[in-house]
């Protein structure tokens, strides 16, 4: 198979979490445990760092990557989903993996994968590890992909464990409370292996306590262990916690030599060094438009704070969700003198935009529709002046068809 017929094959023949949501997440580990084992345990055969938590997590990662790899470190870094190629979700020193080793080591695992119905988040895990394995990685940044516990991650024994923190999301999968939350965020807690947790929430610190000490893990949080401010090439004023967490990360990892200036030059060239992108990112001046994927009530307020924070004569906001979400905690958050340009992202997933526009008016919202997000865009783009501000979000998914 060619790549795209080989990614054609991945996202069609197998469950996906961002095509078909809860119906894909499969709740346990027998699947990835086989599938390593198949590989000769590729798992065992590189050291890592473990991040989890609800929101910060990708940025948490490639801020991690690229201090390591400032060090001279050969670094892996597994994040989802992907923006705009699948090849994103693994990378070393910041490039993709290669078509060609994603398109033999489909062709190499197919009857596997169709003899035992792996889902394709186990399918993508399995890939990474054997990649990070075969090319030798110093060290590997691995992201959680959904809550922590039953994820397909949590086969590692990481060096240190990274949770930035806990919000509501994916509450029909991991719990309707933060403690219910957080001990299924807490289950990549490993016996003796320290964790940092980025922001101390009250809700959540007698499950963190309780998990940890089950399993004789130093507990750290970050807000009361860093207390030096650390300039970021990431922008948006919410990276300032997710920094802490990397710090105190880096702090309690053993056996890495990483100086101050590296540790100062790794959070300014995150971009240049990883490749991140859609967090708080500009995509031009005169307007200004700026897309972030924040998609929970925890992300999306701080977003939209920091929007009505810039200065503009008026504000456009091109908005797409997915299904599944709590519109009823997530739209009040959204100012009512804004000009809205409603949309769909093109996955199966997406809410269809009149849904959205109904929905959005109980709350005061008001604007245009679009069935295509780019169209939403193009919209913005025409209707604003040189002083205005456009903001694009909701969903990873919307972001990523305008970057």
């Known amino acids: 198979m060619t790549y795209k017929e080989t990614l054609d094959w991945m996202f069609t023949q197998l469950p996906m979490y961002q ?17 390593a084992n198949h590989l000769g345990n590729p798992e065992n055969k590189f050291k890592s760092i473990h991040v989890g938590g609800t929101n910060g997590k990708g940025s948490s990662s490639h801020m991690l990557a690229s201090i390591l790899q400032e060090a001279g470190y050969k670094v892996g870094l597994y994040t989802s989903p992907h923006l705009k190629d699948f090849r994103e979700r693994i990378r070393i020193n910041g490039e993709c993996v290669g078509e060609n080793f994603v398109i033999e ?29 075969k090319e030798k990685v ?10 922590g516990r039953l994820d397909s991650t949590n086969i590692i024994t990481p060096e240190v464990s990274l949770i930035t923190n806990i919000g509501f999301d994916h509450v029909d999968m991991l719990g309707d409370t933060l403690p219910k939350i957080a001990f299924e965020k807490a289950g990549i807690i ?30 750290i949080y970050a807000e009361q262990e860093i207390d030096e401010v650390y300039e970021t090439s990431l922008l948006g004023a919410y ?91 997530i739209l009040p958050l959204f100012p009512k003198d804004a000009e809205y340009y ?62």
């Open 138 to 147: 110093d060290i590997a940044i691995v992201e959680v992909g959904l809550g």
């Open 239 to 329: 990276q300032e916690k997710n920094v802490k967490g990397v710090m105190a990360v880096i702090k309690k990892l053993g056996g890495f030599a990483i100086t101050h200036n590296q540790m100062r030059s790794g959070l300014l060239k995150v971009v240049q060094n990883t490749g991140l992108m859609g967090r708080w990112q500009q995509l031009q001046t005169a307007p200004t438009v700026i897309c972030d994927t924040a998609h929970n009530k925890e992300g999306l307020s701080i977003v939209i704070n920091q929007v009505t924070q810039q200065k503009f004569k008026k504000l456009f906001i091109v908005l797409g969700f997915v299904k599944g979400k709590d519109l009823n905690t």
């Open 19 to 35: 095509q078909k949501g809860k119906q894909a997440y499969n709740a346990k580990l027998d699947g990835i445990r086989n599938f």
């Open 342 to 403: 409603f949309t769909s992202p093109e996955i199966s997933r997406g809410l269809e935009v009149n849904e959205l526009v109904d929905r959005a008016k109980e709350f005061g919202l008001v604007g245009k529709r679009f069935t295509a997000v780019k169209a939403a865009y193009s919209a913005a783009l025409a209707d604003a002046g040189p002083e205005d501000f456009i903001f694009i979000g909701g969903s990873t998914f919307t972001v990523s068809e305008v970057i």
């Open 105 to 133: 080591f489909i062709a190499n695992n197919q009857s596997f994968f169709e003899n035992h119905h792996l889902s394709f988040f186990e399918m993508t895990v399995g890939m990474a590890f054997d990649y990070f394995a």
């Open 190 to 219: 490993k016996e003796g292996v320290p964790v940092v947790v980025s922001e101390f929430q009250t809700e959540t610190a007698e499950t963190f306590r309780d998990v940890s000490k089950s399993k004789n893990a130093k507990l």
